[in-house]
């Protein structure tokens, strides 16, 4: 059933939920899969494969397997990255009863060492 031309759905992983096409087999577990996921490796257990065979060649281009994802129907959107805000380390704003706390502890100790 894993074929060159196979169309399949990913159910694992962050691209799970979306088709794709294998392009090439790279041995008995990883096949590389290419259409509405970034060209790369994948397990064969993270397939889903349909019943659906595009006519493509072993190593297809994305271009090649975009027409014949379009040519059954399904859209692929190309040259769309995703864009991630970069983490920042925020200080967590002080409330009240902080600055009541710290403020007391800075009385404490300015008060022993007048002694």
Known sequence: MIEIGRLCVKIAGRDAGRNCVIVEAVDDNFVI???QVKRKRCNIDHLEPLQHRLPIASGASHEEVVRALEAVGIDVIVG???VRKPKTN???PA????????SKRAQ????????
């Open 95 to 102: 409330t009240a009863a902080a600055e009541k706390a710290v």
């Open 33 to 35: 899969v290419d259409g």
């Open 90 to 92: 925020k200080a967590k």
């Open 80 to 82: 769309e990255k995703i």
């Open 108 to 115: 404490k100790k300015s008060a022993k060492s007048n002694q």
